[in-house]
């Protein structure tokens, strides 16, 4: 007879199987047409209900705005040792002959108040039409398109400054809005578009150099004035006290043009305007480009230290930040069309392309970007956030390293410059509230080796050789101390005393397969390294701890299926469950040319029971923790019976690494249907624009940690 948990698993899958074929899948992604691109993207339009999350327009390192599928920009933040806040009030609207639409504005007005809070001098309220538009997010440009007004074709594509190589266009504090119109009717049409917005610096608070934030109602102390080079007229907004300054403007491009810097009166919040009007005859097409920029040159940390942000070194205000994103638009644009059509011309999945384009999005929310040339991503799905927490770093610095090498270098040397003389690499750069101070405890059982197989990869795949005689003798190092970690010496790492400490987020005791095989890993890396420099001391150092750790593995944490979650018998403690990760060394071996760790024979088994019971207990990828009858292991709650993206990219990467290199074609099916469950789990409702630490198993909607950098480890996937 079988065990009665047994009959409870085999029920159980068949009930979740049942359910997923009932389920409704989120649309796929479909192939679309767009204006400068001479191949069709894949993507999909999402409707303005669709607004879990939406593109942050902004460069690296400069905050952003997020406008989502509604229309409405939502999050904001300018100054980046503040949260994300709302913005009190814009409009960018249209009108057509009598019927007037808007085409974006702030969530802080809602949609339906918009007739009373949108209206303009020269205008009816009851005129304006709230226009169903489709929304096309492919980060850093947004295409939405709004139909016919009119006889009149309506489209906006809003975008900001993200181009690889090139550091001064992806660290603009800008974001361009260019509005295309045709008249396709018989009859010529007039046009005017009204972009406005409200000043709220007094929201901003107090000065660097000692100012006072001063509370609603008092606007006279609000600075507006106009100005005009070139082809562009615009507004720059300030406020006495306050550090920060915004610039509203447009180019100029054949449109009447009028700017009006106090367009809301005296009595209440001021704000400004810019109109421009023309006349569209039968078949005519035009456009035109507007800006809304910020400069906010400074922050404070914790400890009360001012940091220059890299872009106040160049542009003095928000006009000079305006001035010089509205003279390079066009180059702007075209620069990100040409990288996104050679990415989206790759041989991969739609959904694939999709969601690794629109990751980096992560770069632009999490990123700063010092005036001594450092650009960090902060752990914004953390409490407290983080700066450059290492296994993050592991996790998610691959497309920096193909997009941006030298910044990738530059943080890499940041670790190395931090190490404390035993050899110990600092989990993190710095800690809560913008701390530039290093971070040593958490993650101490794999920041050191997660260190060495950074070097190893930068390495690999730059072949700078002064990169690499930085930091070799800093990896060595870091990886002596990593093995003082091994008190019993069978060649693993052990978890720390403290399990809050590692880096799953729930206890682990003695060794873990996913902290030891991190750590072989480490050691081959430490070993290929050595034979570069020729130091065959520390070579024979590194062989002779990966061949005990091997052996020590496969002992004690083999179940003869796959690896065991963790063993310490010491202690007679033991977990059999089935880790989702758990070839994590073993996939970051494969990515970076270091070959097996484990009997293949035994890779390829271990995947596949992560198929069979990880990947089968949910619709959404595959939950991180599985007890060997398939139930999930709720050892650690949430934390353990969820389902974490990054480690779906990771073992979806091992799947398919697995198929090219030992000829399992079965294995890359595999890869390829759990990731894309997970990415359906992060689209659905235009949620790709807030990957999160962790999915509720469930229902595939996210429970803890928005905007996790680690998330970027999609990439691996290619």
């Not at 085999?10 to 009932?22: D, E």
């Not at 010089?324 to 999945?349: G, M, N, T, V």
């Not at 179940?559 to 073993?586: E, I, K, W």
Request: charged share 20%; aromatic share 8%; hydrophobic share 40%.
């Amino acid at each position: 007879m079988r065990p009665p948990r047994l009959i409870l698993a085999i029920v159980l899958t068949w009930l979740t199987s049942h359910l997923l074929a009932q389920t409704p899948k989120p649309a796929a992604t479909t192939d679309t047409s767009l204006q400068g691109f001479t191949k069709p993207i894949p993507g999909r339009w999402l409707s303005p209900s669709e607004n879990r999350s939406g593109v942050p327009l902004g460069g690296l390192g400069t905050g952003f705005l997020e406008m989502r599928p509604d229309g409405l920009i939502h999050d904001a933040q300018f100054e980046l040792s503040h949260p994300p806040r709302t913005i009190s009030g814009c409009a960018l609207e249209i009108t057509i002959g009598k019927t007037r639409v808007q085409l974006l504005g702030s969530s802080s007005e809602p949609k339906s108040n918009a007739d009373t809070q949108h209206s303009l001098p020269g205008h009816q309220p009851s005129t304006i039409n709230h226009q169903p538009s489709k929304y096309l997010g492919h980060y850093p440009m947004i295409d939405m398109d709004f139909g016919s007004v009119d006889e009149t074709s309506v489209s906006l594509r809003a975008f900001s400054g993200l181009v690889p190589q090139d550091t001064e266009l992806s660290n603009l504090p800008a974001a361009l809005f260019t509005v295309r119109l045709k008249n396709g009717g018989k009859q010529k049409q007039a046009v005017k578009l009204s972009f406005w917005w409200e000043n709220d610096l007094r929201k901003a608070g107090p000065a660097e150099a000692g100012g006072k934030a001063v509370g609603a109602g008092q606007t006279a102390r609000d600075e507006q004035s106009l100005f005009q080079e070139g082809r562009v007229i615009g507004v720059r907004m300030a406020h006495k006290g306050i550090a920060g300054t915004y610039a509203l403007a447009v180019r100029d491009n054949g449109w009447r043009i009028e700017a009006l810097p106090n367009e809301a009166g005296p009595d209440s919040p001021a704000r400004a305007r810019i109109d421009a009007e023309a006349v569209l005859s039968p078949g005519e097409s035009r456009n035109l480009t507007y800006v809304f920029a910020w400069h906010f040159p400074s922050w404070r940390d914790e400890a009360g230290k001012v940091w220059l942000n890299r872009y106040a070194s160049r542009f003095s205000d928000a006009r000079a930040c305006a001035l010089s994103a509205l003279s390079r638009a066009d180059e702007i644009e075209q620069k990100i069309i040409s990288w996104q059509s050679k990415f989206y011309a790759r041989d991969l999945p739609g959904w694939m392309k999709d969601g690794q384009v629109n990751s980096l999005y992560l770069l632009a929310r999490n990123s700063i970007w010092l005036d001594d040339g450092r650009l960090l991503l902060t752990s914004n799905g953390t409490v407290p956030p983080k700066i450059e927490p290492i296994n993050a770093h592991l996790d998610g610095s691959l497309p920096l390293l193909l997009l941006f090498p030298e910044q990738e270098k530059r943080v890499m040397r940041e670790f190395a410059r931090a190490q404390k003389p035993d050899g110990e690499i600092p989990g993190a750069l710095g800690g809560a509230a913008g701390s530039m101070n290093p971070v040593f405890g958490p993650h101490r059982s794999t920041a050191s080796t997660d260190f060495v197989l950074l070097v190893w990869r930068d390495w690999l795949w730059t072949r700078d050789k002064a990169l690499l005689k930085d930091l070799y003798a800093k990896a060595r190092e870091s990886l002596k101390f990593a093995f003082t970690l091994d008190t019993d010496g069978n060649g693993l790492i052990e978890e720390p005393v403290q399990p809050d400490l590692n880096t799953a987020g729930w206890a682990w005791y003695g060794s873990s397969t996913y902290t030891a095989g991190l750590g072989l890993a480490a050691l081959r890396a430490g070993g290929e390294l050595a034979k570069e420099v020729r130091d065959d001391e520390f070579m024979v150092w590194c062989n002779e701890r990966l061949e005990k750790g091997k052996q020590s593995l496969q002992e004690d944490l083999w179940t003869g299926r796959c690896y065991r979650l963790y063993t310490d018998p010491d202690h007679f403690r033991q977990s059999n469950a089935c880790f989702v990760d758990q070839l994590a060394g073993q996939t970051f071996a494969w990515l970076l040319d270091l070959g097996d760790l484990h009997p293949p024979a035994q890779a390829i088994s271990a995947l596949r029971a992560i198929s069979d019971l990880n990947v089968q207990a949910t619709e959404w990828g595959a939950i991180r923790s599985t007890k060997p009858e398939g139930l999930a292991d709720s050892s650690g709650g949430g934390a353990s019976s969820g389902i974490s993206p990054k480690e779906v990219w990771s073992f979806a990467s091992a799947a398919l690494l697995a198929a090219n290199l030992h000829d399992r074609p079965e294995l890359r099916q595999t890869g390829l249907l759990t990731a894309e469950r997970a990415y359906n789990a992060l689209s659905r409702d235009g949620g790709l624009w807030n990957q999160p630490a962790l999915l509720d198993a469930h229902e595939g909607r996210p429970s803890s940690g928005p905007h996790d950098p680690g998330c970027l480890l999609f990439w691996a996937l290619t």
